[in-house]
């Protein structure tokens, strides 16, 4: 994917307070890599529908829950200053990135059994339906295949101020200006394979949330002996969130045959909540290696909806962006550098 390939990230940190002993710097980076699980919002495009006009979408079918595993990765560059603004200890500048990329696809067959049951899904425009029939019907199988894949990423640009309890435990204070990003593109198939016209429908979508906003945190460093350390984070987030939706269906053998196009735009808000755990050895004066967990709750995540059991077809259908969550958990390693 175009976003993923050019993504490249190179920096990244540990708080100059991860020394086990004082660390004479003036800048740190850091990278780390690793594994990231994602539960983003369902896909729902088909549903059960009535059998007879107007065909009302009685209830919706997830065909892909949005739960994935992917590779992520991140980094960090921070500035150390000689002064602080409150207490003692270091102030920093820092900044950080990173990215998840998710690949997924899902395969669901319908099977018609017969009176009282219908599945089936609408053109964009909402002017056209289409689902199964009972049997012996050639369209009483509904075959789908959804593609999705997941861009998941931010950079933040954050002040800390360190407070220097005693030589084994720190604290800090951090707060700035924070970006992320959840790109979803999916590309859905439908067939009836047992109809001798084998017509297939093609549905295309992106559906972009960006989020700008800022965190502050807190996060806290405690010397387990002279090389291990163990290390919390916790900070909350708050972003505009705004996100594009472009569609397209094609379905060229229908009648009246159907290339739409449709763009959609919602505007919101997001809370984020984060947490980190680390657990990190100190190699040298200046090189040290974490076990890192993080996990993230984001309030707000566009998913769509194609209707609902009011509504009806070909006049009455709605096509909107809803409002889901997103979670996500990590676990990885770290490598830090100081200079």
Not at 57 to 66: A, L, M, Q
Request: with cysteine; net charge negative.
């Amino acid at each position: 994917m175009s976003r993923a390939q050019s993504f490249v990230l190179i920096l990244v940190c540990l708080a100059a307070t991860s020394s086990h002993r004082q660390v004479r710097a003036e800048w740190y980076a850091d990278v780390d890599s690793g594994a990231m699980f994602i539960n983003a919002p369902d896909f729902q495009y088909f549903a059960k529908r009535g059998e007879t006009a107007p065909f009302e979408r009685i209830e919706d079918i997830t065909t892909d829950d949005g739960e994935d595993f992917g590779a992520f990765v991140g980094g960090k560059a921070g500035w150390i200053f000689d002064g602080s603004l409150l207490g003692t200890g270091n102030m920093r500048l820092e900044f950080s990135g990173s990215y998840a990329g998710f690949d997924d696809n899902t395969a669901v067959t319908f099977f018609d059994p017969g009176p009282g049951v219908r599945y089936g899904f609408v053109a964009l425009d909402n002017t056209t339906g289409f689902g199964t029939a009972d049997p012996p019907s050639q369209v009483r199988i509904l075959h789908t295949v959804t593609s999705r894949e997941i861009d998941f990423g931010g950079y933040d640009l954050l002040l800390h101020q360190d407070f220097r309890v005693d030589e084994n435990r720190v604290w800090t204070l951090y707060g700035g200006p924070s970006v992320q990003h959840l790109y979803q593109e999916f590309m859905t198939h439908a067939s009836f394979p047992l109809d001798a016209s084998n017509t297939e429908a093609t549905l295309n979508e992106a559906l972009d949330t960006d989020y700008i906003g800022g965190k502050v945190g807190v996060s806290g460093r405690r010397n387990l002996n002279s090389r291990w350390s163990l290390f919390l984070d916790g900070n909350t987030g708050i972003y505009h969130a705004k996100t594009h939706y472009d569609g397209r269906f094609i379905h060229s053998t229908s009648f009246p045959p159907h290339d739409d196009r449709i763009s959609l735009e919602r505007h919101d808000h997001a809370v984020s909540t984060q947490a980190r755990l680390d657990l990190t050895r100190q190699m040298n004066d200046f090189a040290f290696i974490s076990l890192t967990s993080n996990v993230q709750h984001i309030d707000y995540a566009g998913q769509m909806n194609y209707g609902t059991r009011n509504d009806n077809v070909p006049s009455g259908s709605r096509l909107s962006i809803d409002r889901d969550e997103l979670f996500s958990a990590t676990v990885g390693l770290r490598l830090t550098i100081f200079r």
